[in-house]
Every structure is written in structure tokens, then in C-alpha cells.
């Protein structure tokens, strides 16, 4: 209602069309809609309200209520109920029947009835098709639903598009798209073929009718695209097989009565829309299932790097900016690490990043194998992983992420983040890259091997390793200094300044220039976080953990044993008693290298038949009490795979063969190198210089003086994607060592000497002949 009664002294005046008035006599008068009940109290409403029936003009109210309530009451009364929405004003006295009935629909929807249906009388749209979709089928639907269809000749006139398409994929909606978006015009996208209906979102400009928009611009079909694509990683891998593009046809599958609902629902959709009525939903994706009539909202966001509809530049100049980090307080301490967010804010914050059909992230699920305490939760299929075809999604690395955490909830955030670092590790087009050699490229340029550190003898044979290895160990081309390659810069932390790594060593799915590949990427020191500032520290953990267990793992060093009882963790005390549960004895190592950050390796043995089926988890952290949980909670995240195991070498659920060999035949007596060092004292949290820091910014400002004072440097390259928000890093420190096999030397054969653990080097050939499997 614009007006006030008061004021309305020419319109009939009467209760909303949507709304059937009972009254009780002594209690209530009630208004009951589909959706509401509202009771009126007093006996001056009690009189009032059976007059507002839609006959009477104001002067007629104030008439036939003069006895009993004084004119100024009645006026006041008919504001308030103006004011709440329930008094609805007609210009030429009650509506007909079958008009009531429409007003009504649009106060239902919080619409003024009378304007929408003049808005939906004045609106009009054009049909069209892509695909095999029958345009015809919807036209009918559209005009037996009461709209305006104006044909293929007056299409620019139409105040929206209705687009039938045989999917939503099909190449053909890039120049519907490109059209409408020149010219400013909104259209629809509909499916109505299969056994799942699609409708929406609506892209384009919203109408300014009634009051104009300020929502910020929708996506595009090319967002929508983007999100869609990579929960077909099998039909996307076959069709550039075949060297074809687009979906491939489905066979027909339809029933008449579907189809029939999917048309006449997206004409309703499209109705509402014309009529003026708006809400976020309308940027959303929404599918009913015919099977279960089961409908559900997929959100569709605005990729703010779109190369249609945004700023391709935005990657380009992220990556360029120095990186500059900021004072973010510590929100949370517990277990999996300190934090900006708790993992809940976290989750609330990146959540609508989950969804089946258009999320980065499909689902978050449990691991059903072995006790709900392990809390070891997938994210499904990892998105980018179809750029690789088959292969890639039988690769660990890249076909499932996963978390892990003291509690449901850190493992859930955890695989969400792990799912959003591997997805923002893989390029996309729109990085800036440098197309040189390195020796053309002079300072600027960090060797490759100074990262991957081969030894040079590795490239000898290199193909007969590659093919009875995992992906984890391959070993790329030896590396060419005259080589034109393509390189990124990232940022030195420790030098204030951009340095240039090989860009297939950065990103995942990088091929490097002329098929030859001399760097390959890995996610050692990828991490993502609720800030830039934990993604960094994160990473920066990672790259130190993994250097410890290099150091330990692959020298067979003897570590001091962890004293589990001397943290007074009762989570601990939990987790040694599920694990003897299962008949598994739990301990753990000190693996705290020459960088003085706590490193420690938790690890689970059978007890109760001979093959051991020992698994080992990791954890750093400058706080040694959450070093032992995420050692610990790795220890049970990797346990689902081998909790069913049976004694006659059964019931493993691994494929790997390196992994399971290791199952079936490692034990504390072959590989002793597992066990705490004889003679040596248990290490417990106050054996570690914990400074108990607030900042996580002071956390970095620590570790840039651990990598200088190690002579090192410190980089970073910001991969946060604009669309996706949550922060990315990958950080590199050159020079300390990745888990796998990788022998060059330096650190791997030299810091176990300064630790005392060994009194010379370990000869090359020495060197442990089992790669790390995790």
C-alpha cells in the first residue's frame, strides 16, 4: 500500500485479497493466509473488520462506524493495519473472481497484487531454443500460462528471454549469452528434458520496476560454465579424446507429464520474475528431481575474474602485488592449529563453496570405514582433476581431498580447505607467467633444482623409475639452463622482493613449453587458510615437517621417543584406547630438526596378526602440544584403509603397490629406524622454547628469521582464487627437503651429522630404498 486510507478518499478499501477474514465473537478476528495467521484484538476491530469487505470507500467506513467508533479512531485504525500490510485499496471496488484470485498469488509472493498483475499484463517474452530442444513446446506453455510471446523479429522488444536448451553446456548458449549481455537484456535458461528439471538463474540486468535494483551484477553463463564443468571430469576427458568440445548428447528420457511440469514450471518462474518479484534465489541454479520431486537451490556466483563479464586481470595483478601480510589475532588454539577463524566461522564464512552441482567442493562426507573418532572426511572428487584425464582421477593427489581433526567439525573444514588449495594450485589461464631461459633471466630466476633438489644420478634411468613409481617420486627431464620455458613470480618474504620459479613447478596441471617438462608441481607447502596469514603459516609448517621426516626417513635415523603421557591431553589418552580397540599400539618420535620448530611422528601398529599394517602421520607446529594432534590425527585419517585388514593378507582397501607392500610387510623388526632410539630420553612439551604468541603475523615474522638465520629464503605465491575468497598459499623455502625421493645433496645428508643422529653422511646408496608412500 503507497497511500494512506486518509489520504485514499476515491479507492475502495478492504483487507488483502490473500487474506480470509473469521471472526470469533469476544476473542480474535483472524486473517488466515497459506502461510500466516494473524488475530486481531478489540471490539472496535471486531465492528470494523467485517465492513472491510472491499465495498466501501472511506467516507462509507466512516459512515457506517460513526456510532460506535469516533471518525479519528477509525482512521487510525485503518493506518495501522495499512501499515501492517493488510489493507489493500481498489481503485474501481472489488476485483472479479479470477483477478482476486491473481492478487492474491502476488501478496502471497509481498507484492502489491493490483501493480504485479498490471506489470505481468504489460511484460512480454521471446522464446528460443539451442540444441535439439523444441522451442514450440515452451511457446505453448508460456502462452497457456497467460504470458505475452512476441516472435523471433521483435525478440529485442521482450522484456525477457526463455531459453530451451538440451543442456546446460551446450556451446550454444555462448552466443545467447554474448547477445543479451551486449544488449542489456535478461534471459532464462530452462532444461526441461530427463528426469531433472533445471531453471535459472536469471541473468542479465533485473528489471527497475517497481524501485530500482542495487544488487550487485549477476554471473554470467560463463560463471555458471565454470561450475559446472568439473563434475564431469569423465565426460570432459572423452570428449577432448575424441577432439570434441561441449557435452556429450544424452539419449532421449522423458515422460510427456515431466515434461510437461519442468515447461509450466519455468513459465511460472518466469511469470514472478515479470511481475516484478525478486530474491537471491533467483541468481541460484534450482533443480527438481521428476523421480522424487525433490527440489533443491544450487547457488550460482559471480566469478569477479570472469574473461565475459569481470576482470581478467585480477590474477595478474594479485600475483604481481608484493605480498603483503597483516596482524591477524589468534581466534583459535585448539587442536588442529592457531587460527584466524574457529573452524565453525570458517565454515560459515566459505560454506556455500559445497554443493553437488555448482560448488567448487561437491560433498563432505565421512569415511565409513573404522570408528567415528578417527574423523576422516573426503570432499569428494577433487574439481580440477579432469584436466588429466583417467589417470588423474585415479591419482590420489589429485582425485580426492580430505581432513582431519580432533573433532567432526575441524575434519570437515579441513577437506573443504584442502579441496579449495588443490583447486587453486591448478592453472587457469589467467596468471602471469615470463617466457625465458634461465640464464636470459639471470638473479631473478631460482634454479629449479634448488627446489626439487635430484640428485643428478636420478635422471639417469629415469623412465624405468617413473614406471614402477608413484606420481609422488617421478623424476621430470633434467633441467635445461638454455631452455625457453614459462616462469611466474613469486614473493621473497625474507628479500622484499619478486623472484621467477618455473611455472610447472607451481601449478599442477602446467606442461611447460614444447611438451618438455623439467619441473613438476607438487603440494608440499600449499595450504589453504581463513586468512592469508594462516594460509602462510600453514604452508611455511608443512614445507618444515616434510623436511624433517625427509631427514629421518630417508637416513633411517634413531629419534627420541614422545612421552604421550607427559602432555596430559585427554583426546590422547582417547585416542591410544580406540587404537587398542582395533588391536594397535600407538607411539610417536621426535623428529624436531635443526630449525628448532617441534616435528613429531605418530605411528600405529597391528598387534594381534603378522603383518603390522603400520601407519604414520606427521605434525609441526611451534606449539608441541597441537605438533602431536595433527601427527596423531593424520595417524587416524590414514587408518579407514587398513582397519578391515584380515590375517591372510585380505581386506585392505589400497591400491597402490608400494603401499600395500609396505603394509603386508613392514614391522617395528625389519624397519627399526621406527622405534624411539634406545638410550635416548622420551621428549615431552616443556623439552621445547615454546613462545606463546597472539598474532599469527608474529608466528611468520618468527619463521623468516629461522629460514635466514638458516640461510635460506622464504617465498610465497598468492593463489587465492577472487571467486572462491578463501586464501591460498604456496610457499617454498629452497633448499629444504620434500618428503619424496629426492637425493641431491645438501640438508638430507648433511643435518642428521649436526644432530648427532649419524657421525658421517649417509653414503647415496645407502639410502633408504623405500619412497615415502604418503
Given at each position: 500500500m503507497t497511500?494512506s486510507?486518509?489520504?485514499?478518499?476515491?479507492?475502495?478499501?478492504?483487507?488483502?485479497?490473500h487474506l480470509?477474514?473469521e471472526?470469533?465473537?469476544?476473542?480474535?478476528?483472524?486473517?488466515?493466509?497459506?502461510?500466516?495467521?494473524?488475530?486481531?484484538?478489540g471490539?472496535?476491530?471486531?465492528?470494523l473488520a467485517?465492513?472491510l469487505?472491499?465495498?466501501?470507500?472511506?467516507?462509507?467506513?466512516?459512515?457506517?462506524t460513526?456510532r460506535?467508533?469516533?471518525?479519528?479512531?477509525?482512521?487510525?485504525?485503518?493506518?495501522?493495519?495499512?501499515h501492517?500490510?493488510?489493507?489493500?485499496?481498489h481503485?474501481?471496488?472489488?476485483?472479479a473472481?479470477?483477478a482476486?484470485?491473481?492478487?492474491?498469488?502476488?501478496?502471497e509472493?509481498g507484492?502489491?497484487?493490483v501493480?504485479?498483475?498490471?506489470?505481468?499484463?504489460?511484460?512480454?517474452?521471446?522464446i528460443?531454443?539451442?540444441?535439439?530442444?523444441?522451442?514450440?513446446e515452451?511457446r505453448?506453455?508460456?502462452?497457456?500460462?497467460?504470458?505475452?510471446?512476441v516472435?523471433?523479429?521483435?525478440a529485442?522488444?521482450?522484456?525477457?528471454?526463455l531459453?530451451?536448451?538440451?543442456s546446460?553446456?551446450?556451446?550454444?548458449?555462448?552466443?545467447?549469452?554474448?547477445?543479451?549481455r551486449?544488449?542489456g537484456r535478461?534471459?532464462?535458461?530452462v532444461k526441461?528434458?530427463?528426469t531433472?528439471?533445471?531453471?535459472?538463474p536469471?541473468?542479465?540486468?533485473p528489471?527497475?520496476?517497481?524501485a530500482?535494483?542495487t544488487t550487485p551484477a549477476?554471473?554470467?553463463?560463463y560463471?555458471?560454465?565454470?561450475?559446472?564443468?568439473?563434475?564431469r571430469?569423465?565426460?570432459?576427458?572423452?570428449?577432448?579424446?575424441l577432439?570434441?568440445?561441449?557435452?556429450?548428447p544424452?539419449?532421449t528420457?522423458?515422460l510427456?507429464?515431466?515434461r510437461?511440469?519442468?515447461?509450466?514450471?519455468?513459465?511460472?518462474?518466469?511469470?514472478?520474475w515479470?511481475?516484478?518479484?525478486?530474491?537471491?534465489?533467483?541468481r541460484?541454479?534450482?533443480?527438481?528431481?521428476g523421480?522424487?520431486?525433490?527440489?533443491s537451490?544450487h547457488?550460482?556466483?559471480?566469478?569477479?575474474?570472469?574473461?565475459?563479464?569481470?576482470d581478467?586481470?585480477?590474477m595478474?595483478?594479485?600475483?604481481?602485488?608484493p605480498v603483503v601480510?597483516?596482524?591477524?589475532?589468534?581466534?583459535d588454539?585448539?587442536?588442529?592449529?592457531?587460527?584466524?577463524?574457529?573452524?565453525?566461522?570458517?565454515?560459515?564464512?566459505y560454506g556455500?563453496?559445497?554443493?553437488p552441482?555448482?560448488?567448487?567442493?561437491?560433498?563432505?562426507?565421512?569415511?565409513?570405514r573404522?570408528?567415528?573418532?578417527?574423523?576422516s572426511?573426503?570432499?569428494?572428487h577433487?574439481?580440477?582433476?579432469?584436466?588429466e584425464g583417467?589417470?588423474g582421477l585415479r591419482?590420489?593427489?589429485?582425485s580426492?581431498?580430505?581432513?582431519k581433526?580432533?573433532?567432526a567439525l575441524q575434519?570437515?573444514?579441513?577437506?573443504?580447505?584442502?579441496?579449495?588449495?588443490?583447486?587453486?594450485?591448478?592453472?587457469q589461464?589467467?596468471?602471469?607467467t615470463?617466457?625465458?631461459?634461465?640464464?636470459a633471466?639471470?638473479?631473478?630466476?631460482?634454479?629449479?633444482?634448488?627446489?626439487q633438489?635430484?640428485?643428478?644420478r636420478q635422471?639417469?634411468?629415469?623412465?624405468r623409475?617413473?614406471?614402477?613409481?608413484s606420481?609422488?617420486?617421478?623424476?621430470?627431464?633434467?633441467?635445461?639452463?638454455?631452455a625457453?620455458?614459462?616462469?611466474?613470480?613469486v614473493?621473497?618474504?625474507?628479500?622484499?622482493?619478486?623472484?621467477?620459479?618455473?611455472?610447472s613447478?607451481?601449478?599442477y596441471?602446467?606442461a611447460?613449453?614444447a611438451?618438455?617438462r623439467?619441473?613438476?608441481?607438487g603440494?608440499?607447502?600449499?595450504a589453504?587458510?581463513?586468512?592469508?596469514?594462516?594460509?602462510?603459516?600453514q604452508?611455511?609448517?608443512e614445507?618444515?615437517?616434510?623436511?624433517a621426516?625427509?631427514l629421518?626417513?630417508?637416513?633411517r635415523?634413531?629419534?627420541?621417543?614422545?612421552?604421550?603421557d607427559?602432555?596430559?591431553?585427554?583426546?590422547?589418552?582417547?585416542?591410544r584406547?580406540?587404537?587398542r580397540?582395533l588391536?594397535?599400539?600407538?607411539?610417536?618420535?621426535d623428529?624436531?630438526?635443526?630449525?628448532?620448530?617441534?616435528?613429531?611422528?605418530?605411528?600405529?601398529r597391528?598387534?594381534d596378526?603378522?603383518?603390522?599394517?603400520?601407519v604414520?602421520?606427521?605434525?609441526?607446529?611451534?606449539?608441541?602440544r597441537?605438533?602431536?594432534?595433527?601427527?596423531?590425527?593424520?595417524?587416524?585419517?590414514?587408518l579407514?584403509c587398513?582397519?578391515?585388514?584380515r590375517a591372510?593378507?585380505?581386506?585392505?582397501?589400497?591400491?597402490?603397490p608400494?603401499?600395500?607392500?609396505?603394509?603386508?610387510t613392514?614391522?617395528i623388526?625389519?624397519?627399526?629406524?621406527?622405534?624411539?632410539?634406545?638410550?635416548?630420553?622420551?621428549?615431552?612439551?616443556?623439552?621445547?622454547p615454546?613462545?606463546?604468541?597472539?598474532?599469527?603475523?608474529?608466528?611468520?615474522?618468527a619463521?623468516?628469521?629461522?629460514?635466514?638465520?638458516?640461510g635460506l629464503?622464504?617465498l610465497?605465491?598468492?593463489?587465492?582464487?577472487?571467486?572462491?575468497?578463501?586464501?591460498v598459499?604456496?610457499?617454498?623455502v629452497?633448499?629444504?627437503?620434500p618428503?619424496?625421493?629426492?637425493f641431491?645433496?645438501?640438508?638430507l645428508f648433511?643435518?642428521?651429522?649436526q644432530?648427532?643422529?649419524?657421525?658421517?653422511?649417509?653414503r647415496?646408496d645407502?639410502?633408504?630404498?623405500?619412497?615415502?608412500?604418503?
Open positions: 497511500t486510507p486518509s489520504t485514499a478518499t476515491g479507492a475502495y478499501l478492504g483487507f488483502r485479497p480470509r477474514v471472526s470469533v465473537p469476544g476473542e480474535a478476528v483472524y486473517l488466515i493466509s497459506e502461510q500466516r495467521v494473524t488475530a486481531l484484538h471490539k472496535q476491530i471486531a465492528h467485517p465492513l469487505d472491499g465495498t466501501r470507500r472511506l467516507d462509507s467506513l466512516l459512515t457506517d460513526a460506535e467508533i469516533p471518525a479519528g479512531q477509525t482512521v487510525r485504525l485503518l493506518d495501522r493495519l495499512a501492517a500490510g493488510l489493507l489493500a485499496q481503485p474501481a471496488g472489488p476485483p473472481p479470477e482476486a484470485a491473481e492478487y492474491a498469488y502476488w501478496e509472493a507484492l502489491d497484487g501493480p504485479a498483475a498490471r506489470r505481468l499484463a504489460a511484460a512480454s517474452v521471446h528460443t531454443a539451442v540444441g535439439t530442444a523444441d522451442p514450440g515452451l505453448s506453455a508460456a502462452e497457456a500460462g497467460g504470458l505475452r510471446t516472435p523471433a523479429g521483435r529485442a522488444t521482450a522484456d525477457l528471454t531459453v530451451l536448451c538440451d546446460y553446456l551446450n556451446p550454444g548458449l555462448r552466443a545467447v549469452d554474448a547477445e543479451h551486449a544488449a535478461p534471459w532464462l535458461p526441461a528434458s530427463g531433472e528439471t533445471w531453471v535459472g536469471f541473468f542479465g540486468p528489471v527497475a520496476d517497481p530500482p535494483d549477476g554471473p554470467c553463463w560463471c555458471l560454465a565454470e561450475r559446472l564443468w568439473p563434475s571430469p569423465v565426460e570432459a576427458h572423452v570428449q577432448r579424446a577432439g570434441r568440445s561441449g557435452p556429450l544424452r539419449p528420457c522423458a510427456p507429464a515431466n510437461l511440469a519442468s515447461l509450466h514450471l519455468a513459465v511460472l518462474e518466469a511469470a514472478k515479470l511481475a516484478g518479484h525478486r530474491h537471491p534465489d533467483q541460484s541454479l534450482w533443480t527438481l528431481d523421480l522424487t520431486l525433490t527440489g537451490r547457488p550460482v556466483g559471480r566469478r569477479p575474474q570472469c574473461a565475459q563479464c569481470g581478467p586481470g585480477l595478474r595483478s594479485q600475483v604481481l602485488a601480510l597483516s596482524s591477524r589475532p589468534k581466534r588454539r585448539d587442536g588442529g592449529g592457531h587460527r584466524a577463524l574457529t573452524p565453525q566461522q570458517t565454515l560459515d564464512r556455500h563453496l559445497i554443493d552441482l555448482t560448488g567448487l567442493v561437491k560433498e563432505i562426507r565421512r569415511d565409513p573404522g570408528p567415528a573418532f578417527l574423523n572426511f573426503h570432499a569428494g577433487n574439481p580440477a582433476a579432469g584436466t583417467l589417470a591419482t590420489g593427489l589429485r580426492t581431498s580430505s581432513g581433526g580432533t573433532t575434519a570437515r573444514v579441513g577437506a573443504l580447505a584442502e579441496a579449495v588449495e588443490r583447486h587453486c594450485g591448478h592453472l589461464g589467467d596468471e602471469p615470463v617466457v625465458g631461459s634461465y640464464d633471466l639471470g638473479p631473478d630466476a631460482v634454479h629449479p633444482d634448488d627446489v633438489l635430484f640428485d643428478p635422471f639417469h634411468g629415469r623412465d623409475w617413473n614406471a614402477t613409481h606420481a609422488f617420486h617421478h623424476v621430470p627431464e633434467p633441467f635445461d639452463e638454455d625457453e620455458i614459462e616462469w611466474t613470480p614473493w621473497s618474504l625474507t628479500a622484499g622482493r619478486h623472484r621467477l620459479l618455473p611455472t613447478l607451481l601449478y596441471n602446467s611447460g613449453l611438451g618438455r623439467f619441473a613438476t608441481a603440494s608440499n607447502g600449499t589453504a587458510g581463513a586468512s592469508l596469514e594462516d594460509a602462510v603459516l604452508g611455511f609448517l614445507l618444515v615437517e616434510r623436511d621426516v625427509a629421518w626417513w630417508y637416513n635415523t634413531r629419534r627420541p621417543g614422545v612421552d604421550l607427559s602432555f596430559e591431553d585427554p583426546w590422547t589418552d582417547e585416542l584406547t580406540v587404537h580397540s588391536h594397535r599400539e600407538v607411539w610417536a618420535l623428529l624436531t630438526s635443526d630449525l628448532g620448530i617441534p616435528v613429531v611422528a605418530a605411528l600405529s597391528r598387534t596378526k603378522p603383518a603390522e599394517d603400520i604414520l602421520g606427521f605434525g609441526a607446529h611451534f606449539d608441541p597441537v605438533a602431536l594432534r595433527r601427527a596423531l590425527t593424520e595417524a587416524n585419517q590414514l579407514p587398513v582397519v578391515d585388514a591372510d593378507g585380505t581386506g585392505y582397501d589400497l591400491t597402490a608400494g603401499t600395500l607392500h609396505w603394509m603386508r613392514a614391522g623388526n625389519n624397519q627399526p629406524y621406527l622405534l624411539p632410539a634406545p638410550g635416548k630420553p622420551a621428549t615431552g612439551p616443556r623439552r621445547y615454546y613462545v606463546a604468541r597472539t598474532d599469527l603475523r608474529d608466528d611468520i615474522s619463521a623468516e628469521d629461522i629460514v635466514r638465520r638458516a629464503e622464504l610465497v605465491l598468492n593463489q587465492t582464487r577472487p571467486d572462491v575468497g578463501l586464501p598459499a604456496r610457499v617454498l629452497p633448499g629444504l627437503r618428503h619424496w625421493a629426492r641431491a645433496p645438501g640438508r648433511d643435518v642428521p651429522v644432530l648427532g643422529d649419524l657421525g658421517t653422511p649417509t647415496y645407502d639410502l633408504n630404498p623405500i619412497p615415502l608412500f604418503l
